[in-house]
């Protein structure tokens, strides 16, 4: 059997050759000033994806790392924190908060649907001011990404830090850390950015900066201050995923030689085919509203006559696609269609080709070539 695997997850996402090439180059010793010239490059494209002037460190860890040391450095126990929740990714946030002693007052949207600034607004009215908002950009649970410029315009005049979780965006989506008003943006490597688990990357502002001085809450590996002091030499406080890091200049080398409103535009015409495909299936979309779909993962429930496991297990079993299933509530329920980093329009005329057939195979009443012509179209 050819074996031939067809990756959908929304994380981890397919490797390009090209990165998978500069991270089997040879070791080389992370003190050395080779590795503080290659660093300090790096951070610079990094900047330029963030759209950022504001500080901005690479991490060894996976994104939750970076969500952790966001939370590490700004928050102390005692300290009021508004987390705002459109699905899993929120929750998690909220949970790292209240890990460190935060006492955290939850606003929680329905699943599949965006924040809502009115409500945030009657929050704050009612029981703020926080001293920090989390806020996830784009929530990869449900294929919902929420308006962070809106949410960061109406903090901007406060003391109030905003962190937010773009994880499963930054590098596929516009996001204007610095318009945005976001003191400490968060990602991950392996979605957008097209390299292996491993990284995680945080901007700081300014703003930030001040709270970070005066937090007396603990930290060790997460310590933003350690990442400072080391980062004036280029350096890392720890020893960095050296071969990561290689791979991580490769991949933003990629992004900013198409650049970056091309690849802006791509991973809105594949979430706008990945969503036609599934609605002309007869299959229903999380996010309904167009206006907040996410442009890096589209979930879907299969519906009442298919159950998601049978269909992702033949999917998988079958034609050696992988799609992602539903998290936390919607485990079981749900199947995700991960299209970011390195992943093409064909690739989405792909997915929906082999959902298609899946569901044939199942008994489902489709019509072959339905989902992909619909795909198709719009993307003529
Ligand atoms: C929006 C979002 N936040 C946080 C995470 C957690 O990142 P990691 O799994 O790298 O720790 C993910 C991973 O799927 C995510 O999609």
Redesign the pocket.
């Known amino acids: 059997m050819l074996n031939k695997q067809y990756l959908y997850t ?2 981890p996402t397919p490797v390009p050759p090209q990165v998978a090439a500069a991270m089997s180059q040879p070791m080389i010793g992370h003190r050395s000033q080779d590795f503080a010239q290659f660093h300090g490059e790096i951070v610079g494209k990094a900047k330029q994806v963030f759209q950022t002037t504001n500080d901005l460190f690479v991490l060894t860890s ?3 790392g970076g ?1 952790e040391t966001a939370i590490a450095n700004t928050v102390s126990p005692g300290d009021r924190v508004l987390a705002l929740i459109t699905g899993n ?1 929120g929750e ?1 946030f909220a949970k790292i908060a209240a890990a460190y002693g935060a006492e955290v007052t939850k606003v929680e949207f329905p699943w599949g649907t965006a924040l809502d600034m009115e409500q945030v607004v009657q929050t704050w009215d009612e029981e703020g001011p926080f001293k920090v908002v989390l806020a ?1 950009h ?3 649970s449900t294929g919902v990404t929420n308006d962070i410029a809106a949410l960061g315009s109406f903090l901007a005049d406060t003391d109030t830090l905003l962190l937010v ?1 773009a ?2 965006s930054m590098g596929a989506m516009d996001i204007r850390t610095d318009e945005w008003h976001v003191d400490l943006m968060v990602t ?1 490597s ?1 979605k957008a950015l097209m390299l292996p ?1 491993g990284l995680a990357l945080v901007s700081v502002s300014p703003k930030a900066w001040q709270t970070i001085e005066a937090n007396s809450g603990v930290r060790f590996y997460f310590s933003l201050l350690d990442a400072r002091k080391s980062f004036a030499n280029n350096n890392t406080p720890w020893t960095p995923a050296v071969s990561l890091f290689y791979g991580l200049d490769a991949a933003l080398d990629l992004i900013l030689s198409e650049g970056l409103p091309q690849v802006f535009q791509r991973h809105a015409r594949m979430a706008a085919a990945a969503r036609a495909g599934v609605r002309a299936l007869g299959m229903q979309l999380l996010a309904a509203d167009d206006a907040i779909a996410s442009h890096t993962v589209t979930a879907f429930l299969p519906g009442p006559e298919t159950a998601a496991g049978d269909l992702s297990k033949l999917l998988k079993g079958e034609m050696g696609v992988t799609f992602a299933g539903g998290q936390g509530k919607l485990k079981g329920k749900l199947l995700r269609i991960g299209h970011m980093g390195w992943c093409s329009e064909l690739d989405v005329i792909t997915a929906i080709a082999a959902l298609e057939m899946a569901l044939h195979k199942l008994g489902a009443d489709v019509e072959l070539g339905a989902g992909v012509r619909a795909a198709q179209q719009a993307l003529l």
């Open positions: 929304p994380g996976s994104g939750t969500l990714f998690r996830t784009n929530e990869t979780d994880v499963s991950g392996q688990p």
